[in-house]
């Protein structure tokens, strides 16, 4: 598996979708890689953000969450 292979099948590896083999595969790469190790922490740390600003659209934003983040979510809840 190659960096690509391994972004492009993120969220499916995340919920549990994938086949064993490819997680194996998709695990093996994480690794030897010492860019994707990196690279899932963030994307996992990106998406625990959005949910806790999700589930409290009331609540004033952590100072801990990214500003870029935060407007690409203000963006997303003016396209619903």
Do not use: I, M, N, T
């Given at each position: 598996m190659i960096?690509?292979?391994v972004i492009e099948c993120l969220t499916?590896?995340?919920?549990?979708?994938v086949q064993a083999d490819?997680?194996?595969?998709?695990?093996?790469?994480?690794?030897?890689c010492p860019e994707c190790g990196p690279y899932l922490?963030?994307?996992?740390?990106a998406v625990r953000l959005g949910?806790?600003?999700?589930a409290h659209p009331d609540e004033r934003i952590p100072e801990d969450?990214?500003?870029?983040?935060v407007q690409a979510i203000l963006a997303a809840r003016k396209k619903r």
């Open positions: 960096c690509r292979e499916e590896y995340l919920s549990g979708e490819q997680r194996l595969a998709f695990e093996q790469h994480l690794e030897a922490k963030s994307y996992e740390e949910k806790a600003v999700f969450v990214p500003e870029d983040l």
